[in-house]
């Protein structure tokens, strides 16, 4: 982790992660395209996610989360940034000179070899199914169906744990505390996800906010009656009612918003609710 000097005070209190052991090239020519910014617009022009707009130009990366290459090893020759996401990512050349983005784990460096098979070593990078992960083991970029590419578990620093093997499904104790079965067949990743000082980084200033698309948020208490329900009253008086609203007037903060009920069945056990 890098802290800054207090020169100004937006210096004061910054930090950012320490990026001196990446490698120091430009991204690779075959695996970027160009990322259109719609300022949380849906294809109708329609505000579907608020307060952002703006931000600095970017690249998206390709990223190979389903890494299809059975039994075929790769060398690491980078490890990269990635501006569209918390974690690092490497880049991987195969054995018939072909060049794929992975999300890279911890511990990996440059010149390591990665392979993606049924079963192999327990090394960070490797990729087999669940069934053959013993218990204990720590994996990220999970699949949730087999074959599917991995969805699950790819934030900087995070890991799920294999906790037993019954029948079709493997048990996955998830970063959210959340324990699901997971069906046997998915392929995961051996480790923990880059980048775990990721959440200790302290922003600074708004600016900083700015360049990452981020706009400002008000508060609904600071608001007019009209534009919101936690609105209007003399001075800095409460929300006024016994519960918090969206903007929408529904129930906000404690009130189970999941939709996809399908997976349902496969939850073992939810997650640990937050300490108020």
């Given at each position: 982790?890098?802290?800054?000097?207090?020169?100004?005070?937006?210096?004061?209190?910054?930090?950012?992660?320490?990026?001196?052991?990446?490698?120091?090239?430009?991204?690779?020519?075959?695996?970027?395209?160009?990322?259109?910014?719609?300022?949380?617009?849906?294809?109708?022009?329609?505000?579907?996610?608020?307060?952002?707009?703006?931000?600095?130009?970017?690249?998206?990366?390709?990223?190979?989360?389903?890494?299809?290459?059975?039994?075929?090893?790769?060398?690491?020759?980078?490890?990269?940034?990635?501006?569209?996401?918390?974690?690092?990512?490497?880049?991987?050349?195969?054995?018939?000179?072909?060049?794929r983005y992975i999300l890279a784990p911890q511990k990996?460096?440059?010149?390591?070899?990665?392979?993606?098979?049924?079963?192999?070593?327990?090394?960070?990078?490797?990729?087999?199914?669940?069934?053959?992960?013993?218990?204990?083991?720590?994996?990220?970029?999970?699949?949730?169906?087999?074959?599917?590419?991995?969805i699950a578990v790819r934030g900087a620093g995070v890991?799920?744990?294999?906790?037993?093997?019954?029948?079709?499904?493997?048990?996955?104790?998830?970063?959210?505390?959340?324990?699901?079965?997971?069906?046997?067949?998915?392929?995961?990743?051996?480790?923990?996800?880059?980048?775990?000082?990721?959440?200790?980084?302290?922003?600074?200033?708004?600016?900083?906010?700015?360049?990452?698309?981020?706009?400002?948020?008000?508060?609904?208490?600071?608001?007019?009656?009209?534009?919101?329900?936690?609105?209007?009253?003399?001075?800095?008086?409460?929300?006024?009612?016994?519960?918090?609203?969206?903007?929408?007037?529904?129930?906000?903060?404690?009130?189970?918003?999941?939709?996809?009920?399908?997976?349902?069945?496969?939850?073992?056990?939810?997650?640990?609710?937050?300490?108020?």
């Amino acid at each position: 982790m890098k802290i800054y000097k207090p020169t100004t005070p937006g210096r004061r209190g910054m930090t950012r992660v320490d990026t001196s052991e990446l490698t120091k090239k430009k991204p690779e020519k075959g695996l970027i395209s160009t990322l259109k910014k719609r300022g949380g617009r849906n294809i109708q022009g329609r505000i579907t996610s608020r307060h952002k707009g703006g931000g600095v130009k970017k690249m998206y990366r390709h990223i190979d989360f389903k890494r299809e290459k059975i039994d075929v090893p790769a060398k690491v020759i980078a490890l990269e940034y990635d501006p569209n996401r918390s974690a690092f990512i490497a880049l991987l050349e195969y054995q018939d000179k072909e060049k794929r983005y992975i999300l890279a784990p911890q511990k990996m460096k440059v010149d390591d070899e990665v392979i993606t098979s049924e079963k192999t070593e327990l090394k960070p990078g490797n990729r087999m199914r669940l069934k053959n992960i013993p218990i204990g083991t720590l994996v990220y970029n999970v699949e949730l169906e087999p074959n599917k590419g991995g969805i699950a578990v790819r934030g900087a620093g995070v890991g799920a744990k294999v906790l037993a093997h019954e029948g079709k499904y493997t048990h996955l104790v998830m970063p959210s505390s959340e324990t699901r079965k997971v069906p046997q067949e998915c392929f995961a990743s051996v480790g923990l996800v880059s980048n775990p000082e990721h959440r200790y980084v302290r922003i600074g200033k708004a600016g900083r906010s700015r360049l990452k698309g981020k706009r400002p948020r008000v508060r609904g208490t600071a608001m007019n009656p009209v534009d919101h329900p936690h609105g209007g009253g003399e001075g800095r008086t409460g929300i006024g009612m016994k519960h918090p609203k969206t903007p929408w007037g529904k129930p906000a903060l404690g009130v189970k918003t999941r939709k996809k009920r399908w997976t349902k069945k496969l939850i073992i056990k939810r997650r640990k609710k937050k300490n108020k």
